[in-house]
C-alpha cells in the first residue's frame, strides 16, 4: 500500500508562505512527478512528506493514517537524494545493507533483501565493491538498493539524476521506470526536467510558487494545457506564443502553436519569415525563424534533411485544430 494524500497542507518560513494550502492524492502504486522551476516548491513539498520539514498547517495521509507529526522514520518511506551519500570505506553490500543493519532485522532477512535489490539494479556482480570502484549511474544504482530493502510503501526521489551525465540521465531514467514496473510500488519524483516528467510520469504534477497549476498525464497537459504556464513548461522544444492581431482572429489574447504542430515550406504558406539558426539532430531539425511579425521567434520543428539553410525565406502554416487559445489571465479557452 502507498496511498498519499495531502489535505490543505501548507508551508511557511517566517512570513514567507512557500507552499499555500494545496490538495493532492497520490494513488497506490502510481509513479508520480512534481515538476516546475527553480524555487517552484516541489523539494519543499517532497520533504513535506518524508516528514523532513514540519508542515505549517493541513494533515499529510499515508494510506488513510494521519503521518502529519510522525517521525520520518515511521512514515513507511524510502528517500532518494541527489547526493548518492554513500559510506566509501563500505562495500556495496555494506552500504545497501546499512538501514537494516539499524533496524535490526536479522542477517538472513538482510541476505534476502539484498540479493533481490541486487538482481533488479543488475548489482549482482558489484556487491563486494566499494562506491569509488563503481560509476556515478552504479553509485545512484545502490542508493536506490539502500531504499529497496527497505520495503516502503512508497519511494520518494528528489532529482536523482541531477549529477549524472546527458546519457547516463537517459539510461537511468528508463532504469527506474523499470524499476517501478517491477516493484508496483507508489514512486514520487522530483525533477526540474520536463523531459523526464514526460518519459516517466503516470501523473505530472506541475508546480509554481508552491501552486500546482496543473494535474494529468504526460499527453493530457501536453494536449489540453490548463493555462500558458502549463503550455510553456511541457513540450521540448517549447510552444510557440503570438499576441496582437494574429491572436485576436482566433478571440484570444494569446495563441500557441508548438513547433512539430507547423509545417514549412520555401514556396508558399500562412506565415513569411526568415531562417535563423538551426539546429540539426539528425531525424529533426529545429529552425528558429525570425521576421515573421508575429513573435521574436518562432521554434519550427522539421525533419532532419529540410534544405532551408540561415538568412532564406520560409513560410509557416499552422495545424489549425492544434492551435491554443488563451485569455488575457493566461487560461485555456476551450
Not at 51 to 61: N, P, T
Not at 295 to 313: I, K, N, P, Q
Amino acid at each position: 500500500m502507498g496511498r498519499i494524500t495531502l489535505e490543505n497542507v501548507t508551508k511557511t518560513f517566517g512570513d514567507v508562505t512557500v507552499i499555500p494550502p494545496l490538495n493532492l492524492t497520490i494513488e497506490d502504486g502510481e509513479f508520480v512527478v512534481f515538476v516546475g522551476p527553480s524555487g517552484c516548491g516541489k523539494s519543499t513539498l517532497l520533504r513535506l512528506i518524508a516528514g523532513l520539514e514540519d508542515v505549517s498547517g493541513g494533515q499529510i495521509r499515508i494510506d488513510g493514517e494521519d503521518a502529519t507529526n510522525l517521525a520520518p522514520a515511521k512514515r513507511k518511506l524510502a528517500m532518494v537524494f541527489q547526493s548518492y551519500a554513500l559510506y566509501p570505506h563500505m562495500t556495496v553490500r555494506k552500504n545497501i545493507a546499512f538501514p537494516m543493519k539499524m533496524a535490526g532485522i536479522d542477517q538472513a532477512e538482510q541476505d534476502r533483501r539484498i540479493e533481490a535489490a541486487a538482481k533488479a539494479l543488475n548489482l549482482t556482480d558489484y556487491l563486494e565493491r566499494r562506491p569509488g570502484q563503481l560509476s556515478g549511474g552504479q553509485r545512484q544504482r545502490v542508493a536506490i538498493g539502500r531504499a529497496i530493502v527497505r520495503e516502503p510503501s512508497a519511494f520518494l526521489f528528489d532529482e536523482p539524476l541531477s549529477n549524472l551525465d546527458a546519457a547516463l540521465r537517459v539510461g537511468m531514467r528508463m532504469e527506474i521506470s523499470e524499476l517501478h514496473k517491477k516493484l508496483a510500488t507508489t514512486m514520487v519524483y522530483v525533477t526540474h526536467d520536463q523531459v523526464e516528467a514526460m518519459t516517466m510520469a503516470d501523473k505530472i504534477v506541475v508546480l509554481q510558487a508552491g501552486v500546482i497549476e496543473q494535474v494529468g498525464s504526460p499527453l493530457d497537459l501536453y494536449r489540453a494545457p490548463r493555462n500558458r504556464f502549463v503550455a510553456g513548461f511541457i513540450g521540448s522544444p517549447k510552444m510557440n506564443f503570438i499576441e496582437g492581431a494574429e491572436a485576436a482572429k482566433h478571440d484570444a489574447q494569446c495563441i500557441g502553436i508548438r513547433p512539430e504542430h507547423l509545417t514549412a515550406s520555401a514556396s508558399d504558406g500562412q506565415w513569411k519569415g526568415v531562417v535563423g539558426v538551426s539546429e540539426h539532430l539528425g531525424s529533426d531539425t529545429f529552425l528558429h525563424v525570425h521576421d515573421t511579425g508575429l513573435a521574436e521567434t518562432m521554434t519550427v520543428r522539421v525533419g532532419g534533411e529540410f534544405a532551408l539553410h540561415h538568412g532564406d525565406t520560409v513560410y509557416l502554416t499552422p495545424e489549425a485544430d492544434k492551435i491554443h487559445k488563451f485569455d488575457a489571465q493566461g487560461l485555456r479557452i476551450e
